[in-house]
């Protein structure tokens, strides 16, 4: 009786086991062992690191690192162009137009003026012609700037850049249909022949012919040969009465 018990008990055991290795290999096919048991005809691999190998040892390369196919570069970012860079357009000199510097006088003065140191072979070192303004009229001139500015159209000097000087040469252009008489006067009786502080002129002379009206203080030799060149260039009949008058009169 006992050996048909224990007979029971071994084959319930077997069914259970058996069952339960149905179940399991159910759950997951990979297991079974029609899978496992077989090997198919495709080649099994193995990873190692970064690199895979079949089973006899062979690299199998990256299909992504095929050198027939070309390289994918990632997008470079976009340039954007540069700012053209402006530049401030130049002046265009018209042509025949010539630079005139505001502190030169009128292209006639000065010719004027220039011919008449040559005439009269003035002795002064460093001679220069400079424009007289209404800032320096009565330095220069004996006028009141207001004077100046209301009679005067054109005016010039001609005195030596060495310092302290004795010589002055001035021109005036008086506008037309002012009284070229009264300026005359007004320069003749104005005018500073200590000027220079440190010097003085010899003398002082005062001279018109037509609108044009010179002014001399000089040494007397000076005064005698611009008045000579003066009357020369316009002729003796065109030149107005002689004013002069000696340093300290």
């Not at 003035?122 to 009565?138: G, S």
């Not at 005195?159 to 302290?164: A, L, Q, T």
């Amino acid at each position: 009786m006992k050996k048909i018990v224990m007979l029971l008990l071994a084959l319930v055991v077997c069914f259970s086991l058996v069952a339960c290795g149905k179940d399991e290999v159910e759950e997951n096919p990979s297991l079974s062992g029609e899978v496992s048991g077989e090997v198919s005809g495709d080649v099994e691999t193995e990873v190692s690191g970064d690199v895979e190998t079949d089973v006899s040892g062979e690299v199998i390369e990256d299909p992504v690192a095929d050198p027939d196919e070309p390289a994918v570069m990632p997008d470079e970012p976009a340039v954007m162009p540069e700012d053209p860079v402006v530049t401030p357009d130049e002046p265009v000199e018209e042509p025949g137009e010539e630079y005139v510097d505001p502190m030169m006088t009128s292209t006639a003065m000065k010719t004027l003026v220039d011919k008449l140191n040559t005439t009269a072979n003035v002795q002064v070192n460093a001679p220069f012609d400079m424009k007289i303004d209404r800032e320096a009229a009565w330095n220069d001139l004996g006028l009141e700037a207001e004077v100046f500015d209301a009679k005067i159209v054109d005016s010039v000097k001609s005195e030596s850049m060495m310092m302290p000087s004795n010589h002055s040469l001035c021109i005036v252009e008086v506008k037309a249909g002012e009284d070229v008489a009264s300026v005359k006067d007004a320069i003749f009786k104005n005018a500073n022949p200590r000027k220079w502080i440190c010097a003085n002129a010899d003398k002082v002379l005062v001279v018109d012919s037509g609108n044009i009206v010179m002014l001399v203080m000089s040494t007397e030799e000076n005064c005698t040969n611009l008045y000579n060149a003066f009357a020369g260039h316009f002729g003796a009949a065109n030149v107005g009465a002689k004013l002069e008058r000696l340093f300290g009169e």
